[in-house]
């Protein structure tokens, strides 16, 4: 039995992530609960710094002018798909790690550097800095969209499989959605957003690694019962 792919990442991310699923054969709902926006540019950060820490795909996007001007600096990302974001932005010295900042910072710690430029949006996780000192360059947001134009879309929803990129996600997702409505299947990024989306689901998976691309390709074999590459 096909299932449905049902997104809830916050656009512009949501228009990528549904038209990669879809050449991959996928059904798709898009339903984005939030709107990633750039934020009134901050002053200058103090520095010196000899790193940079960039937490997700966004904060590379609307942290280009910070980058740029930290270009000497070794840049530490989350994951391969930041890793790339920030390469692209012309990023030479990267370095990817665990897939949260958690697990990021030990690697930096390791490398020897201590003052970290942090490259994020306003929703950050908590996180322990293992003693280094960190400044946080807020360059995004994320809003909440209005979700009453997808209340039928969601109350009419058929068994499907539920694409969860982030906790904010979950717990939003999980506040929507009551107990008997939950005949889905959970597919999250991470096990943070995983234990975001509450109980009393179908199932729950989550992507051996917090990328979008290895989430879609899971996806494709929940929804279709193949694997396909991206």
């Not at 070794?74 to 390469?87: D, L, N």
């Not at 994320?142 to 969860?164: C, G, W, Y």
Request: one cysteine or more; hydrophobic letters at 45%.
């Amino acid at each position: 039995m096909n299932r449905p792919l049902v997104l809830l990442r916050p656009q512009p991310g949501n228009d990528r992530s549904a038209e990669r699923a879809r050449a991959m054969g996928m059904e798709v709902i898009q339903i984005p609960l939030f709107e990633i926006l750039p934020v009134e540019p901050e002053a200058e950060p103090a520095g010196p710094f000899d790193a940079v820490l960039v937490t997700s795909i966004n904060g590379a996007r609307y942290g280009a002018e910070m980058l740029a001007r930290h270009a000497g600096l070794p840049v530490f990302t989350v994951g391969e798909a930041s890793a790339q974001a920030v390469r692209e932005q012309g990023a030479r010295d990267v370095h990817v790690g665990g897939g949260d900042a958690a697990s990021t910072i030990p690697l930096i710690a390791a490398a020897g550097h201590r003052a970290v430029l942090h490259i994020c949006g306003e929703d950050v996780r908590p996180f322990d800095p293992l003693g280094l000192s960190i400044t946080r360059h807020i360059v995004y947001r994320s809003d909440a969209l209005d979700i009453r134009p997808f209340a039928k879309v969601l109350a009419t929803l058929p068994p499907s499989v539920v694409a969860v990129h982030s906790p904010r996600i979950g717990r939003r997702f999980n506040a929507l959605m009551p107990p008997p409505a939950r005949n889905h299947q959970i597919l999250a990024i991470s096990e943070a957003a995983a234990r975001a989306c509450g109980t009393g689901w179908r199932r729950v998976h989550i992507s051996p690694s917090p990328d979008d691309t290895a989430l879609l390709r899971l996806a494709s074999t929940l929804c279709m019962g193949t694997s396909q590459p991206t």
